[in-house]
Nanobody, 120 residues
Framework: QVQLVESGGGLVQAGGSLRLSCAASGRTFSSYSMGWFRQAPGKEREFVAAISRSGGTTYRADSVKGRFTISRDNAKNTVYLQMNSLKPEDTAVYYC?????????????WGQGTQVTVSS
């Protein structure tokens, strides 16, 4: 069993930055790939970024390339999402996830989500 708790969401102006954190507990954190997904009102959940178990490989959706960075600190059992140059279309509930599928379309474990709102 893995528990994930997100924090760091909030309201930010377009062009601003925000860093999300996800604290994990349960089974060994370093055993899992980690990632972030988001879901805007009326929209399907979409993949944002992922990081491999060792942290040596990262992935990101085309829509956030050059703007978002995912990282992890296995000693702290925490994964981060640094979001820069935020746009109104980034507004969504952001979910931390563990043990992503190979296609990064789903995951085994999910956090409760944290709201990110970007004003224009």
């Amino acid at each position: 069993q893995v528990q994930l708790v997100e924090s760091g969401g909030g309201l930010v102006q377009a062009g601003g930055s925000l860093r999300l954190s996800c604290a994990a507990s349960g089974r060994t954190f370093s055993s899992y790939s980690m990632g972030w997904f988001r879901q805007a009102p009326g929209k399907e959940r979409e993949f944002v970024a992922a990081i491999s178990r060792s942290g040596g490989t990262t992935y990101r959706a085309d829509s956030v390339k050059g703007r978002f960075t995912i990282s992890r600190d296995n000693a702290k059992n925490t994964v981060y999402l640094q979001m820069n140059s935020l746009k109104p279309e980034d507004t969504a509930v952001y979910y931390c996830a563990a043990d992503l599928t190979a296609t990064r379309s789903d995951a085994s474990y999910w956090g409760q989500g944290t709201q990110v709102t970007v004003s224009s």
